[in-house]
């Protein structure tokens, strides 16, 4: 029997063609700036997101604190939504390595962070406060399903960040998803934020890494930060190469795992005492099932050779290379057996 991993597009393996271009890859020291891939992949990265420069991280968890770090003063505080990748998944490095304070704006149901809500947080001129120094968004939103942040949504918290002399960072982990989602170059949503960053684990189906981008200067002064945490890496290349090959190839498949994602949705949502929660906009489907202990659920699927997620009271499916439509069919009809078992 076939596993289907559906856990997370972090599961994907490198394509042959992938491996060929790891393998093949020109290599040098990047600490020293002289690995041939590392550039290139930069040069290529920031070209594609409209920025001046870009620096290769280990995690897309290193490339937001480098953020933070880089646009933050020891002692600021970062507004974050309530339900960020940033505030809940990220081991509290913002506070304990960077002695930063995140403060929560309410994410709605699409992720988005409500204008008023957010000035409203903002630090004014006291000396009693923390100084305010970074608003953060997330597109997609991970915990919101996926859900894509358009031009107009992130046009509103632009210019609040404006008229606040506030600098705004994008935790874009899935940007290209947003992008693949919008129908529009994936540049035009880079375009609001003063720095933004992309995983290459995830759809992109890289082994490994991110990309944090913006500013000569500040991808300058984010290199140093890079370094404080360990990120200096040697012959990256082996990485980059991987992310090379990627933006190449990758990027124009994410839509087949979008209708993955529908065509699962779909599925899900005839069968009794499934709802969706909420319905995907890209390569995440997260459900309820009434009656059921998810836990039990998660196991007994796992039994049927289904993988997914209990998260936080919904399962996670998710869409990614290496999952075809024909997986999906099958998913769904081991779905509907367990469910029709029992507990």
């Known amino acids: 029997m076939k596993t289907i991993d559906l856990r997370s597009d972090t ?90 304070g995140l403060r929560a704006v309410r994410n709605d149901a699409r992720g988005r962070l409500d204008a008023g809500e957010l000035r409203a947080r903002i630090r004014g001129a006291n000396d009693h406060f923390p100084r305010t120094g970074l608003i953060c968004l997330e597109n997609t939103h991970n915990q919101c399903g996926g859900a894509v942040l358009n031009e107009e949504d992130l046009a509103a918290v632009r210019d609040v960040a404006d008229a606040h002399g506030l600098p705004l960072h994008m935790d874009g982990a899935r940007i290209f998803n947003a992008a693949a989602a919008l129908g529009v170059p994936v540049a035009r949503l880079a375009a609001y934020a003063d720095s933004v960053c992309f995983s290459l684990s995830k759809g992109l189906g890289c082994p490994i890494g991110s990309v944090l981008c913006g500013s000569r200067e ?19 290349g082996i990485i980059a190469a991987a992310g090379l090959y990627a933006l190449e190839s990758m990027v124009g498949r994410l839509a087949e795992d979008h209708e993955n ?45 289904v993988l997914c997620f209990d998260e936080g009271g919904r399962l996670r499916w998710v869409t990614h290379y290496g999952i075809e439509r024909a997986d999906i069919e099958e998913a769904l009809d081991r779905t509907r057996s367990v469910l029709a078992a029992g507990g």
């Not at 969706?276 to 998660?298: C, H, I, K, M, S």
Request: charged share 20%.
């Open 11 to 100: 599961v994907t393996l490198p394509s042959p063609e992938m491996r060929r271009a790891i393998a093949g890859a020109e290599l040098g020291d990047d600490v020293f700036g002289e690995d041939p891939a590392v550039n290139r992949l930069q040069e290529v990265a920031a070209e594609m997101l409209g920025k001046e420069a870009a620096l290769l991280t280990s995690s897309g968890t290193q490339s937001n604190l480098v953020a933070l770090l880089t646009h933050c003063r020891r002692g600021d505080e970062v507004i974050v939504g309530d339900q960020s990748h940033t505030l809940l998944y990220e081991v509290g490095g913002a506070w304990t390595l960077g002695g930063l």
């Open 218 to 236: 500040f991808i300058a002064e984010a290199r140093r930060y890079r370094k404080m945490l360990g990120g200096g890496m040697r012959q990256a």
């Open 261 to 305: 994602a529908r065509l699962a949705a779909a599925g899900l949502a005839q069968m009794p005492g499934v709802r969706l929660a909420p319905e995907p906009q890209t390569n995440l489907v997260y459900f309820t099932v009434e009656g059921w202990d998810l836990g039990r659920l998660v196991h007994r699927l796992g039994e049927a050779g």
